[in-house]
Each structure stands twice: as C-alpha cells, then as structure tokens.
C-alpha cells in the first residue's frame, strides 16, 4: 500500500501549505523548503506534479491493503533536500528523523512530529529514493521551470535567452591502473565466492583470506616497484604478481563451475553468479593487458581500457583546465535561461560536445516555445550545427574554431552578437553551484544512478532558484508593508 501523500492527514497536524519557513535565512534547507511549499500549495502546479509521481506506482498496486509505505511526496522531497544540501545518506537519515522543517514537509507536525512511529531507517530511504528515475525527474523539471517563470512579470518572459555549456561530473572512483582494477577484480571475485563456498560447504577457497593477503603483498611490491628505475625489476615483479593471481582465478573458475553444478542454489545466489562472470571477464582482460603492456611494450588505445570495474560507464576526460589534467567521470551539457533556471541536459556517455549541441537544441525548443536566443562556446562548433540551429532558434551564438571568414567577422562584431557573447559566462556561475549543490561527485552507483543522481541534482537546482525567487518577493512584500505613509510621517 502506497500513497502519493495521505488523503485524510490526522487530526492536530500542520499542514504543508502553512508552514512558514525564515524568509531572512541564508541557508538552502529554507530555499528548497519555501520552493517545495510552492510547489504542494499551489493546486495546478501540485496535481501536475502528482501525476507524474503516479507513475513510480505500480499499475497494478492496492491503495487500500498491504502494508503501509512511504508516501510518494516524502520520497521526493527527501531525494530534493539529499542532492540540494550535497549530503551522504547518513546526513539526510539523521535530518528526516531530527530536523523540525523537514520532518514538517514530510508531513509530521502537531503532536506526531517526534513520534517514534514516524521514525525513517536509512535502508528504507535509500530504497525508496531510488524508485525515481531520471525520466520522471525531467518530467516534474519542466514543471518546476514554468513555475519559476510564471512568477515573472510579462515583460520578462515575453522570450528566453539560453546558454549551453558542459562540465564532467565525477563518478566516486580510484585512480585507476590496470594492477590496480585487477586486484578489486580478484578481491571481490574471492570474497563473494568465498562465501557461497562456505554456505555450500564446497572447502576449495578455505584459505581465501590467505591468498588474498598474498595478492596484495605483490600487488605493493609492484608499486613501490614503479619508483625504481630498473625496467628488468619493474618486469619481474609483474611477472610474480600475474604468477600469483592465475592461480587464484584458476581457483576460482573451478569453485564457480562446482557451484554452477549444485541443484540447490538459490534465486539470490544465481545472481551472484552472474556477477561472478563478469568479475571474472575483468581479471582476464587485465592480466591480458598487464602482459600487453608491460612483457611486450605495446600502447594500449583508450578504447580497450576499463577505468572502474564498480563504475564501467567512468570515461578518462582530459579537458586542459589549469590544475586539472584528467577527470574520471561523465561530461554533461546543460542548457539554462537568463533567470538562472536549468530548462535540459544531456549526459555523454560516450559523445562529445559537438555531437549533442543540435539535439539539445531540440530538446528545448519542444519544451519552450519563447526560446529567442541560445548561446554556445567554440567546443559545439561545426557548419552543420550552425546551420541546423539557426533553422529551430531565431538568434543562434556559436563562434567559429580558428579564423572567421569577412561575414562571420562582421556578424561577431555586431552589438547584439557581443551583448549575449558577454552573458554567455554566467552559464559557469550555474555549473559552480550545480557544484556546489551534489554534482561535483556522483555518489550513487551504475549508470541508471547516475542518471538519477544528475537529473535531482539539476530538479534541486531549479526549486531551490525558485524559493530563492519567492523569498525576495515576500521580504518586498513585507517592506512595503512596514512603509509608513507620507501622511503618518512625523
């Protein structure tokens, strides 16, 4: 049994709507919060955004029996205040069950809001917060966008000028080296066989604790090897490393092949097998490489290469930015207005600048009809783009790579060129606080988490830039209030 939000709230409790958080306050909990309070206050915004909640639901799900879960508003406004606050699970634990504003958008106030029955376990909302996915929180982002607009004045809105820009998020790795990435391949391989070994009483990785300690004492003698000068040590002990593993994966592969033969495995315990392959794939194709490399002197192109066996979607990006010379992640391009709200992105898993500057393009203009302008850096240029967007967007601002012919250097001179030229850059002081607020480093795992880690962090984004709006017109509100008249004045 599963709710959207409760359709009959007990008798005593606040309701989200009159929660009145410090209009004064600097700190992004009372941004998000007077977004968020918008957003279930205002009737037309609240259904849209239900709607597509719905969804997560399954067809099929009995509103009346089974046991109570959490309410599909609360999932949502605990994953909001998780990627705004860029905080861990653990943080977001201790506040849902210790903070008074979020326990009051999650519905508890009154006599029930430190009531020991509304306690959230961290298990529990970390699998609940992943039932989002990153095709819903696009959906409710278009919702929070044209909110944030219609709170404009109709001079403002009339058209929207646009910026692209890509940056890389990060996905929570090591630096990776292929004795590196062969090690994790061989300890988790050997740890979770070990322990279906044990449950199945098969005695072939009894001393598993041991051989992995031997890995690793190798493994540092490889590295501390690489400091030395001596390319025929550095050779032997990679020689002695790979003489230690194949062993091992030898084990391993007769361990797996026993266990594949029992008739009692169960569901849980046949999917680990399928992991078990793939960690499998991952040692082979490492020691493949190790021997490439370094027995037989061959340069291993990027494409063969692997930077994380927990992550496989981690790209090597080297963009030539000054103190950084590689990230390990995803780029993404983003798209924003000139109100500072996010309107699209698009995740490279495996594209580049240039490849994805006419589709989000398009992905705006289906979205938002006032679209006058839209601006991009050198990296998006190519003459089929140009051409491609100047026939969705009135006014499109790309400069050239290299030199511009006598036209284009008349079109880069024109004032109306050098006015969204210059604005172009405040798409940097939206990447800065995307940032600031969870997408420095992706924190959840395989690619659909980071799709959904990118796409809240972007909806977070949004609603903490509308609570931000409301909160400067309710503190204007309240100055005109406190205005004396001219025939009070003393």
């Known amino acids: 049994m599963r709710e959207i939000i409760k359709s009959q709230p007990q008798l005593g409790?606040?309701?989200?709507?009159?929660?009145?958080?410090?209009?004064?306050?600097?700190?992004?909990?009372?941004?998000?919060?007077?977004?968020?309070?918008?957003?279930?206050?205002?009737?037309?915004?609240?259904?849209?955004?239900?709607?597509?909640?719905?969804?997560?639901?399954?067809?099929?799900?009995?509103?009346?029996?089974?046991?109570?879960?959490?309410?599909?508003?609360?999932?949502?406004?605990?994953?909001?205040?998780?990627?705004a606050c860029n905080i861990d699970y653990d943080k977001l634990h201790n506040l849902a069950?210790?903070?008074?504003?979020?326990?009051?958008?999650?519905?508890?106030?009154?006599?029930?809001?430190?009531?020991?029955?509304?306690?959230?376990?961290?298990?529990?909302?970390?699998?609940?917060?992943?039932?989002?996915?990153?095709?819903?929180?696009?959906?409710?982002?278009?919702?929070?966008?044209?909110?944030?607009h219609k709170l404009l004045s109709n001079k403002k809105k009339e058209s929207l000028n646009c910026s692209v820009d890509s940056f890389v998020v990060k996905t929570d790795v090591h630096y990776p080296t292929d004795i590196n990435l062969l090690y994790d391949s061989i300890r988790k391989l050997v740890e979770i066989l070990a322990t279906l070994c044990f449950?199945?009483?098969?005695?072939?990785?009894?001393?598993?604790?041991?051989?992995?300690?031997?890995?690793?004492?190798?493994?540092?003698?490889?590295q501390?090897?690489?400091?030395?000068?001596?390319?025929?040590?550095?050779?032997?002990?990679?020689?002695?490393?790979?003489?230690?593993?194949?062993?091992?994966?030898?084990?391993?592969?007769?361990?797996?092949?026993?266990?594949?033969?029992?008739?009692?495995l169960e569901i849980l315990d046949g999917l680990y097998l399928l992991t078990i392959e793939e960690y499998i794939t991952f040692a082979e194709k490492h020691i493949d490489l190790i021997q490439r490399r370094v027995f037989k002197g061959e340069e291993i192109q990027s494409s063969e290469k692997i930077f994380s066996i927990f992550e496989p979607h981690t790209r090597w990006i080297s963009k030539g930015k000054a103190g950084v010379s590689v990230e390990f992640g995803l780029p993404v391009t983003i798209i924003k207005d000139q109100f500072g709200y996010i309107l699209s992105h698009i995740i490279?898993?495996?594209?580049?600048?240039?490849?994805?500057?006419?589709?989000?393009?398009?992905?705006?203009?289906?979205?938002y009809s006032n679209i006058y302008s839209i601006s991009y850096d050198k990296g998006f240029w190519s003459p089929e783009n140009y051409a491609a967007i100047c026939k969705l967007i009135e006014k499109v601002i790309m400069p050239k790579k290299g030199k511009a012919n006598k036209v284009q250097q008349e079109e880069y001179d024109s004032p109306e060129f050098k006015k969204f030229r210059a604005k172009h850059s405040?798409?940097?002081?939206?990447?800065?606080?995307?940032?600031?607020?969870?997408?420095?480093?992706?924190?959840?795992?395989?690619?659909?988490?980071?799709?959904?880690?990118v796409s809240i962090s972007i909806v977070s984004n949004n609603i903490h830039n509308l609570g931000s709006q409301l909160m400067k017109k309710e503190l204007k509100k309240q100055k005109r209030k406190r205005k004396p008249k001219p025939n009070q004045a003393a």
Not at 28 to 45: R, V
Not at 109 to 137: F, R
Not at 236 to 264: C, F, G, M, N, W
Not at 348 to 367: G, P
């Open 426 to 453: 405040s798409v940097e002081s939206a990447i800065n606080r995307l940032e600031y607020n969870g997408l420095d480093k992706c924190l959840d795992h395989g690619i659909d988490g980071f799709k959904r880690y």
């Open 348 to 367: 490279m898993e495996t594209t580049s600048d240039v490849d994805v500057a006419v589709e989000i393009a398009r992905m705006v203009v289906e979205l």
């Open 199 to 222: 449950k199945y009483k098969i005695t072939d990785l009894r001393q598993s604790k041991h051989n992995l300690r031997k890995v690793k004492k190798h493994l540092y003698k490889v």
């Open 13 to 83: 409790v606040l309701d989200i709507d009159s929660i009145k958080p410090d209009i004064k306050s600097r700190d992004e909990i009372d941004k998000i919060s007077f977004g968020l309070i918008h957003i279930y206050s205002t009737p037309e915004l609240r259904e849209k955004v239900f709607a597509v909640l719905n969804r997560v639901l399954p067809p099929k799900i009995s509103k009346k029996m089974g046991r109570p879960g959490m309410e599909m508003w609360q999932i949502f406004v605990l994953a909001v205040f998780r990627n």
């Open 97 to 148: 069950n210790n903070h008074k504003l979020l326990r009051q958008l999650l519905g508890h106030s009154g006599a029930e809001i430190w009531s020991s029955s509304q306690y959230y376990h961290i298990q529990t909302i970390k699998d609940n917060v992943s039932l989002l996915s990153d095709e819903i929180i696009n959906e409710i982002n278009a919702i929070v966008v044209e909110a944030g």
């Open 224 to 264: 501390n090897s690489k400091r030395s000068r001596n390319e025929k040590l550095i050779v032997e002990r990679h020689h002695t490393y790979i003489d230690t593993v194949q062993p091992l994966l030898t084990q391993t592969k007769e361990a797996l092949r026993k266990l594949q033969s029992l008739q009692k």
